[in-house]
């Protein structure tokens, strides 16, 4: 055999591996996010306060949770739980941690304001969150050591 044709086979040897993993890495991918559904981690939803219209977030930098039991159509304030400025450190499958402004219903100052959000569960769109928690920094004051009273939040449009 000259070396000509042996550099021929060993060129054909590494092109079918070559090809060879490349289907193998292909089959796996798609095995691997076949059920991606399942992988994406929960959203909540959110109001659009001026079209009186939800819409469902992930990450949200600004948002007007609406409570679970809230009328239908959402013309109350007093049915939301109002945040802007937010910023998250952790966005995971079962929590999301966030800092933030929360405004009382009704009239007041903004207030900083950590938020949990947390219990996803199934429903029309996806997993969504099913629970807020706050906490309020009031001026001069540490830190509360314990969340607040969970608020049951709206999960589906």
């Not at 952790?90 to 009382?104: F, Q, S, V």
Request: charged share 20%.
């Amino acid at each position: 055999m000259t070396n000509w044709e042996s550099e021929g086979w060993s060129r054909c040897l590494c092109l079918c591996v070559a090809v060879s993993l490349t289907l193998a890495g292909l089959m796996f991918a798609k095995s691997w996010s076949g059920n991606a559904e399942a992988a994406t981690k929960p959203r909540v939803v959110c109001l659009n306060h001026n079209f009186e219209t939800f819409r469902y977030e992930t990450r949200p930098t600004k948002c007007d949770y609406y409570v679970a039991n809230g009328p239908i159509p959402p013309t109350t304030v007093l049915a939301l739980v109002i945040s802007r400025k937010m910023h998250w450190s952790h966005w995971g499958h079962t929590t999301a941690l966030g800092r933030g402004e929360y405004h009382p219903t009704g009239a007041g100052y903004w207030t900083p304001a950590r938020f949990k959000l947390s219990r996803p569960a199934r429903a029309c769109d996806g997993t969504m969150f099913t629970s807020v928690q706050v906490k309020l920094k009031f001026a001069g004051q540490p830190w509360p050591k314990s969340w607040g009273r969970r608020t049951k939040l709206k999960t589906c449009t």
